[in-house]
């Protein structure tokens, strides 16, 4: 069973900083599609960034475009962890944060890698909380 765990959130000031991890219970995760994704009360998980597989697509980096330039999502395959920075915060990024995975194949497309349905794995959660 794929495990995924998810540290880092908290509670900070608008303009601020925070960095999220992620651990795969996996003994090598580089063939992983990783992905962070965000759901604030009452409304549904968005997509935030994602990062393909190191092996064939070379761990490209795809952003939604409201944390572009301020989120910055990077891999360490030898930890099997995932990284979200968070800069420049603002109170709308305020969220529970989700982690995702999928062991990709060569027929996935790129373009889903922003949908929900795309990944197979997910992380409990960890709660983020900007105060203006």
């Known amino acids: 069973q794929v495990q995924l765990v998810e540290s880092g959130g908290g509670l900070v000031q608008a303009g601020g900083s925070l960095r999220l991890s992620c651990v795969i219970s996996?003994?090598?995760?580089?063939?992983?599609?990783r992905g962070w994704f965000r759901q604030a009360p009452g409304k549904e998980r968005e997509f935030v960034p994602s990062?393909?597989?190191?092996?064939?697509?070379?761990?490209?980096?795809y952003y939604a475009d409201s944390v572009k330039g301020r989120f910055t999502i990077s891999r360490d395959d030898a930890k099997n962890t995932v990284y979200l920075q968070m800069n420049s915060l603002k109170p709308e990024d305020t969220a529970v944060y989700y982690c995702?995975?999928?062991?990709?194949?060569?027929?996935?497309?790129?373009?889903?890698?922003?949908?929900?349905?795309?990944?197979?794995?997910w992380g409990q959660g960890t709660q983020v909380t900007v105060s203006s």
């Open positions: 995702a995975a999928r062991p990709e194949s060569y027929s996935d497309s790129v373009g889903s890698y922003n949908s929900v349905g795309f990944y197979n794995y």
């Open positions: 990062i393909a597989n190191t092996i064939w697509r070379y761990g490209r980096t």
């Open positions: 996996r003994r090598t995760s580089s063939g992983y599609a």
